[in-house]
C-alpha cells in the first residue's frame, strides 16, 4: 500500500463525509502495521458536539476491530461539491494518534490528492506530546 493509493482511499472515504451543518467534507484512510486499511469520513449532528472527525471514525473503526498498531493515515478536505483541500488533523484528532502510534515514526500524509501531498510525523505535528507512557509510573493504574 503506497501513499498515492492511500490518498485515493481517503479521497472515495471523503464522498461518504455526512455534512449538513458545515458542508466541509474530510476523508481518511488509516493504514495499519498488519496492512489493512480502515477508512473515516466526519459524521456531523444537529447538536454539533457529538460530530466526529474523520480521523477519529477511521481510528475508532480499526481499534474496534482489535487493532492497535498503525504505520500512516492520509487525510484530505474540502467543501462539498469544491475541490480538494489540504486538511491539517485537528489537536483533538492528533492526540488520538498518539494514544496508539510512535510519534517518530507514524506518517500523515497530508494534500490535495494522490499527486500533491507531504509526509509529516506525528512528531512534527504535535511537539512535546503526553502520552500513554506519562502515566506508566502511576501507582494508580
Ligand atoms: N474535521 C475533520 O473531519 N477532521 C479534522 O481534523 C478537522 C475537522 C471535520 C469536523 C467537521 O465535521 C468539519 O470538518 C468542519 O470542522
Known amino acids: 500500500m503506497d501513499y498515492k493509493e492511500l ?3 481517503a479521497i ?10 458545515s458542508g466541509y467534507q474530510v476523508g481518511a484512510a488509516l493504514l495499519s502495521k498488519s496492512g489493512t486499511v480502515y477508512r473515516g469520513c466526519n459524521v456531523e449532528n444537529a447538536a454539533y458536539s457529538p460530530g466526529i472527525c474523520a480521523e477519529r471514525t477511521a481510528f475508532v473503526k480499526a481499534v474496534s476491530e482489535g487493532e ?5 493515515i492520509a487525510v484530505i478536505g474540502g467543501a462539498a461539491g469544491g475541490s480538494l483541500e489540504l486538511a491539517p488533523p485537528c489537536g483533538i484528532c492528533r492526540q488520538v494518534m498518539r494514544e496508539f502510534c510512535n510519534p517518530d515514526t507514524f506518517e500523515i500524509v497530508l494534500g490535495t490528492g494522490p499527486e ?24 494508580n493504574v
Open 12 to 21: 472515495e472515504m471523503r464522498e461518504r463525509a455526512y455534512t449538513p451543518y
Open 116 to 139: 500533491d501531498y507531504k509526509v509529516y510525523t506525528l512528531s512534527q505535528l504535535l511537539p512535546l506530546s503526553f502520552g500513554p507512557e506519562n502515566l506508566e509510573k502511576q501507582e
Open 68 to 72: 492497535r498498531e498503525f504505520s500512516a
Open 7 to 9: 490518498m485515493r482511499q
